[in-house]
């Protein structure tokens, strides 16, 4: 459990930033280099080799080189497992808000109970009771 929750922080680390996001989105298109990768981004290519790497750590993408030319792969597994993670929790909090809606539910039906139940007889304005 721990070692998948240092995984799960790599990888929330990783998508953490908004260059890296960018990347990962161009990834899931197919395989591209570093520098097809880094054309669009607004930095130097030493800095989107360092997104890159931080990429790689996370699982979330493989890097091969052939030649000179380095190609990164998105890697869907590491996103699989964020993916399980956020269900989850979903699932917990989904559990959570049904029962709240329920009890809701209930007690507006015991006020419109208790409200008939009870209801008091008022006096019209001028009356003496």
């Known amino acids: 459990m721990l070692n998948q929750s240092a995984s799960l922080d790599h990888l929330f680390h990783a998508l953490a930033d908004p260059s890296r996001r960018a990347v990962v989105e161009r990834l899931s298109r197919g395989p591209a280099s570093v520098s097809e990768l880094a054309q669009p981004l607004a930095m130097s290519l030493p800095s989107v080799v360092q997104h890159l790497q931080v990429l790689e750590a996370s699982g ?54 208790d409200a008939t139940t009870t209801k008091p007889t008022t006096a019209s304005p001028g009356e003496d009771t």
Do not use: M, N
């Not at 497992?81 to 015991?110: C, T």
């Open 60 to 113: 979330l993408i493989t890097t091969q080189k052939v030649g000179r030319v380095r190609t990164c792969t998105i890697a869907p597994e590491a996103l699989g497992a964020a993916e399980r993670w956020i269900g989850e929790r979903r699932a917990v909090w989904e559990s959570r808000f049904d029962r709240l809606e329920h009890y809701l539910k209930d007690l507006q039906a015991q006020e419109a109970s």
